[in-house]
């Protein structure tokens, strides 16, 4: 298939490798994304645990606690300046408290339930938009619950741009739910512990690992074992409890909050924009240009 300049845009951003060998890595995999990866990690040209997709769109993140309830949500607008407006600030929280109190399934669903004033939530936000003059849209929310003998770890990051909010389950430490709270804005993990990691996601990595160290001129007889170290470094990556707490070098998550008698439950984590296309400017015709002068 024919290898465009959106696709060379979109590997160079999930790898970080250089533009030629993100169209070579298409070229050989005919325009399979998650091939070309695959390849590049392979050749050893790209990280071993692919980069988060660029942030692109602006607005911000939010989190409300209220009681034993709790919601994050991201909301979206077209510029930063925007997103730092004092009528969008309030439209979030209006948001916020609302979905909170009313506590839909769906976006979708959100769109359709009525403000304390009566208007639907899409009118509400549509009035903002004509006032503030920009596209603003509900992107996602999540709302937790809790006991009286759990925690909310409820954490914004440069003023919104990352929000995190944790579930503490069986300590009452809102201290310690913060600080796995920014540590997960910090350290971006998928999942909380390996038992959440799938077998199939497991060999997967298994098998690139395997490739990368034989493309390394590694002798057959050591790669399994090298493998092995390496899934576990893999694990400390995309697992919570595995990673080292950035608070404390010399402990890992899991024993931090071992000692607060508390188990990491939940987690969600939002970066404002991640996986929202921008506009492209002029990139895909520099790409192109490049592209088709090598």
Known sequence: MAITAQMVKELREKTGAGMMDCKKALTQTDGDMEAAVDFLREKGLASAAKKADRI???????VLTEGNEAIILEVNAETD?????????????????????????????????????GSKVADHIS?????????????????????????FGPYLHMGGRIGVLVLLTGSSDEAAAKDVAMHIAAMNPKYISRDEVSEEEVEHERKVLTEQALNEGKPENIVAKMVEGRLGKYFEDICLLDQTFVKNSDQKVRDYVKSTGGTVAQFVRYAVGEGIEKRQDNFAEEVMSQVKGN
């Open 81 to 117: 300046f925007v997103a730092k407006n004092e009528a969008f600030q309030t439209l979030v929280n209006e948001l916020a408290e609302h979905l909170l109190a009313t506590k839909p399934a769906t976006v979708e669903e959100a769109l359709e339930t009525n403000m304390p004033n």
């Open 127 to 151: 009035n903002a938009i004509s006032k503030i003059g920009e596209k603003i849209t509900l992107r996602r929310f999540e709302i937790m619950t809790k006991t009286d003998s759990d925690a």
């Open 56 to 62: 692109a769109a602006e607005g911000t993140t939010f």
